[in-house]
């Protein structure tokens, strides 16, 4: 992969020039992978895993013997280019892991919607150098960048089909960031990281789909267990209960 557009934040970890390391980010989740995070245990799933096929290239595989350029059958060599392209992807996505995050400061209803539907989703609000110093990682280079959204997917480079979407998920605003195992995992869909949780959350919202009662419940009990919360724990800004 060319890496020339990505600076050296440590020995395993690259960030993309365009990105401040302080930038805050924020992540949509369900109230049980926060409690986890909590335990010190910070899971991040294989990309293949995703529901967006296009990260596994699986939408394009079936495909790729009917593709036409104007009215002609695809020469077997750009057939060929294309079914190595695919393979390619499908290579990397089955051997790195991904967390995904947002550098939307807003909340966003949809957001919450679409990754913490349930009421007693959360959101949490961290900062990149913050998420990178909280993980032992010493086990895995960190490849972290903004992900590009295109009209289309044309690109042939693995870099840039790793760190891009199509333009339907540009609202999501997401940061990136890959894990790539130094030594092989085997059937492994997610990895779980050893985390310091107090220096990984900045702050913790719950879903404005969440009862005041219930909110306050949950907020006593996590403040009452890990006290570092305290003050640490706001309800949503988006009135829905």
């Known amino acids: 992969m060319d890496l020339t557009k990505f600076y050296q934040y440590k020995e395993n970890v690259l960030v993309e020039d365009s990105i401040d390391i302080n930038t805050s980010v924020c992540r949509y989740m369900s109230l049980s992978k926060l409690l986890h995070i909590l335990d010190n245990r910070f899971y991040v799933s294989l990309k293949c895993g995703f529901s967006d096929k296009r990260e596994s290239a699986e939408l394009y595989n079936p495909f790729i013997k009917y593709l036409y350029i104007d009215g002609m059958d695809m020469s077997k060599d750009i057939l060929m280019l294309n079914e190595k392209n695919i393979k390619e992807r499908k290579e990397i996505s089955s051997d790195i892991y991904a967390s995904c995050w947002s550098l939307e400061k807003n909340e966003n209803f949809l957001m919450w919607k679409s990754y913490a539907p349930e ?48 333009k339907f998920y540009k609202n999501e605003k997401e940061l990136r960031i890959y894990f790539n195992s130094k030594h092989k995992q085997e059937n492994s869909n997610a990895i779980i990281l050893k985390c310091n949780p107090e220096l990984l959350i900045k702050n913790i919202t719950f879903s404005p789909c969440l009862d005041k009662r219930s909110r306050t419940l949950i907020e006593n009990l996590l403040i009452c267990k890990y006290g570092f919360l305290n003050k640490r724990v706001k309800p949503s800004k988006i009135i829905e209960n």
Request: charge should be negative; glycine fraction near 4%; charged fraction near 30%.
């Open 119 to 166: 009421e007693t989703g959360v959101l949490i609000e961290s900062s990149i150098k913050s998420i990178i110093e909280s993980l032992e990682i010493d086990d895995y280079e960190l490849y972290v960048g903004r992900i590009k959204y295109r009209s289309e997917d044309t690109t042939s480079n693995l870099l840039s089909y790793l760190f891009s979407k199509e």
